[in-house]
């Protein structure tokens, strides 16, 4: 009987007990836990836009002085100008990006999804822009080991001409006859190719050709008469001095080269004007310039 009464006891104290916790969900009011939950995320989040807004501002003051400090640093070495802006350029998007990437960790957004996103474009990107990139490649080297600058004279890839502008995919040329051209810079930074006003001086080299039986020191005689004449051709230093020796004895001439020094800027019109003025001055001293003939003797 005891223990009947005391399993009676028991299960009525379990019951009170479920009851109490069922009492006390139903006294619970959801929707206050759901409102302090909102407003304690929003409290949070708002902690990090404050603080992705003053990363934001302090970063920008960082880039706008980093590119102003290298930039004043490329014009003190005396950098060109072209690599100057192309190293801004990369720089401030590189530093941008970062920033970029840092306010969004700040804000709770997984970053490692848009790094895997960033690589995976890259990589898409760069297999499909193979050629670009080589290209892209050639202007960095071309900017930093400065092969050619713009202004100067140069002969690439069966071209030849100014050059008027160094982009970062491409060299643009102006031919002597006012053509445009653009060559890719990939070739022009891993081909040959030739700058002909690199140097300050270039040797200007003239064939003189004399009929037979004319005297050597008389065409030696006009020729340094027009030489003496002309300011623009170099008289020193001793290895820069005029040379005039006897290169060829053909089949109906004898060929004298003039070999002369000048500065680069003054190479053509020194090359023209002293080939016309070597035509007019040969003439009036009487010697013969002959031109492509045959001798027949018949018996």
């Known amino acids: 009987m005891e223990e009947a009464i005391m399993g009676t006891t028991s299960a009525d104290n379990t019951i009170g007990t479920g009851n109490d916790i069922v009492s006390e969900l139903s006294n619970l009011d959801f929707s206050k836990i759901a409102i302090s939950d909102i407003i304690g995320y929003l409290v949070q989040f708002g902690k990090n836009v404050l603080l992705a807004i003053i990363v934001y501002f302090v970063g920008r003051f960082i880039i706008k002085y980093t590119i102003k400090a290298l930039r004043a640093v490329t014009q003190k070495r005396g950098v060109e100008a072209s690599l100057t802006s192309f ?56 900017l930093i080991l400065k092969p050619y600058k713009v202004g100067d004279f140069i002969e690439a890839q069966g071209f030849a001409g100014t050059v008027r502008e160094i982009q970062i995919f491409n060299t643009v040329l102006t031919t002597p006859d006012n053509q445009t051209i653009i060559i890719p810079n990939g070739p022009l930074a891993t081909g040959s190719l030739k700058n002909s006003t690199k140097a300050p001086i270039r040797r200007v080299d003239i064939d003189v050709e004399v009929a037979y039986g004319t ?16 300011e623009r ?25 003039m070999r002369v020094w000048a500065k680069a800027a003054d190479f053509w019109p020194v090359k023209f004007e002293t080939t016309e003025k070597v035509y007019r001055e040969l003439g009036k001293a ?3 310039i002959p031109f492509q003939q045959i001798d027949v003797h018949m018996k």
């Not at 306010?103 to 898409?124: N, P, Y």
């Open 286 to 288: 009487g010697i013969e």
């Open 87 to 142: 190293l801004n350029s990369l720089i401030s998007i590189s530093l941008n990006l970062l920033l970029t990437i840092i306010i969004i960790g700040i804000l709770g957004i997984d970053t490692s999804s848009f790094l895997a996103v960033f690589a995976s474009a890259g990589i898409a990107v760069g297999m499909a822009l193979s050629g670009t990139l080589q290209n892209f490649a050639g202007g960095v080297l071309i």
């Open 215 to 230: 005297d050597p020191d008389e065409v030696r005689r006009v020729l340094n008469a027009i030489i003496d004449t002309d």
């Open 233 to 257: 051709i170099m008289k020193t230093p001793a290895d820069k001095a005029p040379y005039l020796p006897m290169t060829t004895m053909g089949t109906s001439s004898i060929t004298f080269q």
